[in-house]
């Protein structure tokens, strides 16, 4: 009965840590990348992707002269481009960090590498409820 008791209590103050635990922010896909640029190298061509938001996509060339417009989305686990010419789409399961350099292999087995200068933030945690 002792030994029920050592559980029961272990049990109890790790849920209660759990509770005390802060509200983490929940990571949405695309929310650190809109409005963001994204250096992408492929085939040993970097280049700029401007993300704007409401899915709007503009692919300039290494001279900085717009090479095509689209759109882009991000859902599903995935981030996807499309122009005119096509789409593709990469598997995006984790938030795009500033600096850090992500290689992705696509749906049409293409190897892109991608870095983001700078992400948006996420949102500061509300206050606690019930307090």
């Known amino acids: 009965m002792a030994h029920r008791s050592i559980a029961l209590t272990a049990l109890t103050a790790g849920l209660t840590l ?3 635990a802060p509200a983490q922010a ?3 896909p695309g929310a650190e990348i809109s409005g963001q640029s994204l250096q992408a190298q492929t085939n040993g061509v970097t280049n700029r992707v401007d993300l704007l938001p409401g899915g709007i996509a503009r692919i300039s060339s290494p001279s ?3 090479v095509v ?3 882009w989305s991000a859902a599903d ?3 996807c481009l499309a122009t005119a010419k096509g789409s593709d789409c990469y598997p995006y399961r984790a938030a795009f960090q500033a600096g850090q350099p992500v290689t992705l292999v696509s749906k049409c087995n293409v190897m892109t590498t991608f ?3 700078s ?3 996420p949102p500061a945690p509300g206050p606690e409820r019930g307090r």
């Open 18 to 20: 759990i509770a005390a």
């Open 26 to 28: 929940e990571w949405i």
């Open 64 to 66: 900085g002269a717009t």
């Open 69 to 71: 417009e689209g759109t």
């Open 77 to 79: 686990g995935q981030l």
């Open 115 to 117: 870095s983001a200068a």
């Open 119 to 121: 992400v948006n933030l």
